[in-house]
């Protein structure tokens, strides 16, 4: 599974890259727009850090606009990947977009009807909305694995990126639907890493290992 951050903080997303586990960044208007910081050089900023597809968000929604916009974000860096809504113009965006041999990433899906539609239309990835589906007392993962059971059965070459992942938990269960890639905030990444037995264990090791007093650390490293 690909990881993927959902942010357009620089800082995380070095922070992110140092972990080594880093293979891509998703961001959105909202998310730009929070940094309050220059669209394009924000873009190109996190191409350079990540080296890796990086999800750039139109914000036209007809078809002309958005062909404009994804022509223009693609030329900005090769690790550009368009983002575009799945609406019936963003469908057909993606399908001009990606015969052009341009990225999309097909966003706001919700339905399993949507994630035929932009496999079809060629998209590079699809976003289901996994936390969006839960607030709404629906629920996300069962629509991640609806569309990994389709997509196998058709052998589509779209890539399941499940997005709106709120907690370890979504990422561990759109693991085992067999997600393509995941995107999570920064703050879902770095709580994968904690489990309390193994800080526990760590302490144990240390106060052990002191209480020993064995003095041949040093000569054995040499
Ligand atoms: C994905 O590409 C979106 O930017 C993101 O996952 C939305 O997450 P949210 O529903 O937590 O805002």
């Known amino acids: 599974m690909k990881f993927f951050l959902d942010t357009a903080n620089i ?10 586990v880093l293979d891509g960044v998703t961001t959105n208007p909202s998310l730009v727009a929070k940094e309050g910081r220059a669209f394009k050089e924000t873009v190109l900023e996190i191409c350079e850090v990540v080296q890796g597809p990086v999800s750039v968000e139109v914000t036209a929604t007809d078809l002309e606009g958005m ?20 609406t019936r113009e ?30 079809k239309a060629g998209a590079t990835y699809v976003s289901p909305f996994v936390g969006r589906l839960d607030d709404i007392s629906s629920n996300g993962i069962t ?23 709120r907690h370890p938990m979504h990422v561990v269960e759109a693991a085992l639907a067999g997600a393509h890639v995941g995107t999570m905030p920064f ?21 052990d290992w002191e209480k020993a007093n064995l003095k041949d650390l040093e000569k054995a490293m040499k």
């Not at 800082?11 to 080594?20: A, N, V, W």
């Not at 062909?67 to 799945?86: C, D, F, I, M, S």
């Not at 890493?193 to 800080?199: A, E, Q």
Request: charged share 20%; with cysteine; hydrophobic share 45%.
């Open 11 to 20: 800082k995380e997303i070095r922070e992110g890259q140092q972990m080594g």
């Open 67 to 86: 062909l404009e916009q994804g022509r223009a974000y693609a030329k900005w860096n090769r690790h550009v990947v368009v983002k575009l809504p799945t």
């Open 90 to 119: 963003g469908v057909k965006s993606c399908k001009a977009l990606t015969q052009e041999g341009i990225k999309v990433n097909m966003t706001l899906c919700f339905s399993a009807t949507q994630a035929l539609l932009v496999a």
């Open 143 to 165: 629509l991640v694995q609806e569309i990994v059971h389709i997509y196998k059965n058709y052998a589509y070459s779209t890539q399941v990126l499940a997005a709106s992942l």
């Open 187 to 207: 703050k879902v990444l770095e709580m994968m890493f904690h489990h309390p037995l193994t800080d526990l264990g760590l302490e144990k090791f240390a106060k």
